[in-house]
């Protein structure tokens, strides 16, 4: 029960103020600028545009500024921003064959074509802090060298043309869309892969740690991950045509998961996806671990119970927004809830008090 | 349009300064911005899913020779939007060899030069596997 | 494409659109009145209220039926240009528009489901004449009673004893609109003749 109460209103001002000056931090340190977090906070601003679910480094950039480095504030920030702008469509689904990949590695084949790319990544750096970046270096500058053009071709399409892995079969059905239409159980694949792809990056990764160490295990291998940029297509109504509309980087993985057949399917290997925006690798495997393991109805499988394989509980803990407007919202008063409680402990009390009393007496 | 929509900040509307003198035009939408939702395929090949929007600025203009222009370019950014629709509608009328020279050319070969060199960084990236040893088990 | 059919959309979206908005509030919040909206000047054969309505209501989201004379080239451009509304048969769309007895049978439009009431048609009748004689209303946003030219009175009533699920309807005709939700029931005057 909520009564309303005012009073607050001038500590509220000062609340706000003190939380400008603190953001600003110390004055004799310089301001810290949108460009700057864009470009050397990458990472940061690929994951607030992912969870954010709206790709606009410049916004995800401010957000995090403001958020003061919150991200989950940030992510909030980014998601009431979006409900305000008019939508002007959906693009066609984008070709991640086509991408212009900045890395591409497989862990199933070691000879593919197009290579194995490893890109910038952190994989085998030796997590050593590196000093040198405290004080202001010079300017890194990477090698360079020819490279061969042309889109470098799925992994999975070779295991396709043997028959060994299920098929992704073309498919045109327009998708429903979890910010338009309230969520619904039973979830279908694609509502269930818009889902995870704005989940919550901790608590995807976790529930994918999950299946690996056997709660609901899938047997994944990274058939391919690669990140990179692709163009959005989309068809403008009054054109009557389809254009690009720009670029954006994604990440993509495929799992290549064992799978010994069952009542439906023939023995052969299964598929879990992730596409996520920005360079997000831990996210899109986590991505595909938790989508594998979702699959286990449609794939004729045992429901072991395992936390992955429940869509409902996945789908609706997965959102940090939800999650933690819900969470923080136990901060706010509750002075008349609590003021009950306190009657009931006390009249509890008084009536065990009473009862014991009666006991010594007899 | 590609072009027009992938082109850093503020270079259309410099490139087309350069070449003419800016076009008298009347709006037939005034530029506004909104977003696009971005889809993706189940395993790069399948059914379609909402993968999260991607802001979007639009803009559609009649030039004074009746060309009509369009521009939908990613970003919120109206004055390259503007420009953008400005060069589709005078690629529709006599001027179009003159700015397919001074603005898509240059446009294109620029972004060549981007994309080449983040593949030529990429490329040194590449793995060469050498086999160190072979044995019978 | 030619900008004429391209023009006569909204000058300040904004501001228009939230007149309009309100003006079609106000005319389902209470049935039987009459109101003004403007802004838009849509191609033959729609009406300007017709088009403000369209111009405010419907977007990518919101699948549009045209029916009869409505579904015509300059219609489908116009609308396609200031709505990006993807046109639809009656039995998916969330609005539908053009006269009266094109828009029949009203069985074709879907009427909602018990939990998602609201994933109902709203049909715009365009070419109301406001003059004829009216119905009589009874219901949430009318004190006592109040008259309104319809074009029918047992399609109405049905639709009336779907509620909760159930149609709506604006009436554009001119500049000028009146709206009759699914919630409003309708008796016969005395004086009018049963035409569908």
């Known amino acids: 029960m909520y009564v309303a109460v005012k009073g607050g209103e001038r500590a509220i001002e000062s609340a706000h103020a003190w939380l400008a000056e603190e953001r600003r931090g110390d004055t004799s340190i310089s301001e810290l600028g949108i460009p700057q977090i864009r470009e050397q906070l990458k990472l940061s601003v690929d994951r607030v545009m992912a969870e954010g679910s709206l790709y606009d480094p410049d916004l995800a950039a401010l957000a995090i500024k403001q958020s003061r480095g919150d991200l989950i504030e940030a992510i909030f920030l980014i998601r009431a921003y979006r409900t305000t702008l008019p939508r002007f469509g959906a693009s066609s689904p984008v070709d991640t064959g086509a991408m212009s990949c900045d890395r591409r590695i497989s862990a199933t084949f070691k000879d593919l074509p197009g290579g194995q790319i490893l890109g910038p990544t952190f994989d085998y750096t030796h997590r050593l802090l590196d000093f040198k970046l405290a004080a202001e270096g010079e300017l890194p500058q990477a090698p360079t060298r020819e490279a061969t053009p042309g889109n470098v071709p799925h992994v999975t399409e070779f295991l396709n043309r043997e028959g060994l892995i299920e098929e992704a079969p073309h498919d045109d059905t327009p998708p429903p869309d979890l910010t338009r239409e309230p969520l619904e159980m039973p979830a279908d694949r694609a509502l269930r892969l818009q889902a995870l792809t704005r989940a919550d990056e901790g608590f995807t990764l976790g529930l994918a740690y999950s299946t690996q160490r056997g709660y609901g295990r899938n047997h994944a291998f990274v058939g391919e991950l ?62 595909a671990l ?5 699959r286990w109805e449609e794939l004729g499988e045992d429901n072991v119970g395992a936390p992955a394989q429940d869509t409902e509980f996945v789908l609706y803990h997965a959102d940090n927004i939800q999650a933690t407007g819900f969470l923080e919202h136990i901060k706010l008063p509750h002075y008349v809830d609590f003021q009950s409680e306190l009657e009931l402990v006390r009249k509890l009390r008084r009536e065990a008090g009473a009862t014991e009393t009666q006991e010594a007496a007899e | 349009m590609a072009l027009l929509a992938k082109a850093p900040e503020g270079r259309v509307a410099a490139l087309l300064a350069a070449a003419m003198a800016r076009p008298v035009f009347d709006w037939l939408r005034a530029p506004e911005i909104g977003s696009a939702m971005v889809r993706g395929r189940a395993g790069g090949t399948g059914a379609p899913f909402n993968l999260g929007e991607v802001t979007v600025t639009r803009c559609a203009l009649t030039l004074e020779s009746g060309e009509v222009g369009h521009a939908y370019i990613q970003g919120r950014r109206k004055a390259d939007a503007e420009a953008a629709a400005l060069v589709d509608g005078l690629m529709q009328g006599p001027a179009a060899e003159q700015v397919r020279k001074a603005v898509l050319e240059p ?25 160190l040893m072979r044995g019978e088990d | 494409m030619q900008a004429e059919t391209l023009a006569g959309g909204f000058d300040t979206p904004a501001v228009q659109s939230a007149h309009a908005f309100r003006g079609l509030l106000e005319a389902m919040a209470r049935p039987g009145t009459v109101r003004q909206i403007g802004g838009a000047a849509p191609p033959r054969p729609l009406s300007p209220a017709a088009g403000c309505a369209l111009l405010t209501l419907c977007d990518t989201d919101t699948p549009v039926y045209l029916a009869g004379g409505a579904d015509c080239d300059a219609v489908r451009a116009w609308l396609a240009f200031h709505t990006g509304a993807p046109l639809t048969g009656p ?38 004449d406001f003059a004829k004689p009216g119905a009589v209303l009874r219901g949430p946003g009318i004190s006592g009673q109040a008259t309104m030219a319809l074009p029918g009175i047992k399609a109405f009533q049905d639709n009336n004893a779907l509620f909760p699920l159930g149609l709506d309807f604006i009436f554009a005709g001119g500049s000028r609109i009146a709206a009759l939700p699914r919630s409003t029931k309708i008796t016969a005057p005395a004086t009018v003749t049963e035409v569908f």
């Open chain 1, 226 to 287: 690669r990140i990179g940029a692709v163009a959005v297509e989309m068809d403008i109504p009054e054109l009557g045509f389809a254009i690009e509309i720009g670029e954006i980087t994604l990440t993509e993985c495929e799992t290549v998961n064992q799978f010994k057949g069952s009542k439906t399917e023939p023995p052969q290997f299964t598929r879990g996806y992730g596409l996520v925006f920005g360079q997000s690798e831990r996210k899109a495997i986590s991505m």
């Open chain 1, 290 to 294: 938790v989508d594998r393991a979702l």
């Open chain 3, 91 to 128: 039995s998916h769309c969330a609005f539908a528009i053009g006269r009266w007895e094109d828009l029949l049978p009203l069985s074709a439009y879907p009427t909602g489901t018990s939990e998602y009431p609201d994933r109902s048609a709203t049909l715009i009748v365009d070419g109301t």
């Open chain 2, 107 to 131: 446009l294109e070969a620029e972004r060549k030069d981007r994309v080449s060199k983040r593949a030529a960084r990429a490329a040194a990236t590449k793995v060469e596997f050498f086999t």
